[in-house]
């Protein structure tokens, strides 16, 4: 059985990364450079963001936090955008989500332009992505992607259920995995809640992605034997044994599915640390489709 | 049995667009107006033109039709194209594919406006349907889901096997089936070219569209009884017998596959007839959303 090391893989990226870097600085060129939104004072978001700018000087970008207060209007924060689709000395930018509930967040994400949009949330890029073109493939399912290529998990003609039809998750990783190209090919179904039994299909299944956040949802009596299970669920259930009071739990019951299975990812360790890194290397090709 | 009968709800869908345009005229607007570019006398594409323009006349449309020599430069398509996306007078136009080879057909796909996008290849629509915002829907699929709405074929919970992954039926069809609403939350499989066990697939269905264009591929040993098959393809097959020395095959071997089916469209007067009455549809759509 292969533990798929998404924490591993993750550090290996950015490494690669941070050598690409030196490389464009040696050559007078600025670092790339990536800013992040974050309207309020979310806990989990101030959390991501903080990692993902640690994350940037780590690898040598250069990284802009715009921190705007809970009570910012739509408008300022539209104004926000414009200027940094505008500002030339910047690649990509993100806009932490969820969003305070009297900003109107379809017009939020559809404010930023393509090109600069390293989080693939804007429909064209969606839609880019879909129809083959050069896109920003958002980066959960990138990274899954990418996990798969460096493990070398045979896809083609093999059958994947998605469980989760998200639109960050579940509806964009079903789609790469039954296009052509490496990690591709494969007969993808796509399962959700209105889905009827769902055992005969994870039964059959070669390679499972998991994407329902139901903590510990998928067990060993629902799986085949050597399947490849992908792990994206991040559940806080909460424990009093911990000093933060939760653990994280993923949607598969790890030990009794790992017994099984030919390759998992861990949760956390997993698809988790993928994500930041996928967002660096969007990043990157953001700046490399400039220059 | 049920035969999905595509010519007669492509008919209903006419006259339904014809009392909405007699309406418009009444209160004092102009009509919706859909225009087609096409480059070349490919006598295929002359025939779907035509056949356009006609459907336009019938139901009260304005239409245009711009005939450009084989020869037109991408440049002078571009200016044509970017002259149409100004022309306020106009609600949306399509590009008759396929284009001669000189010009890059993605270039002059992605120049079209959006919102005159009445095909709906433009990846920015091609995004907001997967994201599930407002959009153009490719007249194909779009037709489909107009045909299972309308003889209330029940969806949700089903399990869809698409065979075919293309851009304009296989994988939209594949999204929409699966997105919430009216003839979706299925449960929809993608199956192509390296799919393997095909039959364990179509024989577990319960609804199958064949999107292969391989004619009478589906057979009745491949289908379990009380299926609803949708059959996409339309290949010319050389017939002797026949005036026009072709006869067109749909991917279905229709009279043993209908023997067991509990519904089914017939090729031709199935999905075909209705593609065309999506476009009007599309463009009306265009019209009601600029006015």
Redesign the interface.
Known sequence: MIVLDGKKTAQDLKEEIKITVSEIRKDGQRSPHLAAILVGNDGASLTYVGSKVRSCKYVGFNSTLIHLDESTSEEILLKKIIELNHDDELDGYIVQLPLPNHINE?KILLAIDPKKDVDGF????????????D?FIPATPFGIMELLERYQIET????CVVIG?S?IVG?PI??LM??KGQAG?A??????S???DLVS?TKNADIIVMALGIPEYLRADMIKKGVTVIDVGITRVADENHPKGYIIKGDVAYDEVAAKAAAITPVPGGVGPMTIAMLLKNTLIAFQRKN
């Open positions: 379809e804007h429909p064209s890029n969606f839609g880019r992505m879909a129809l083959e073109m896109a083609t003609g093999k059958h039809r639109h509806r079903s789609i039954s296009q090919n007969t993808v179904t796509v399962a959700h209105r889905t009827q299909l």
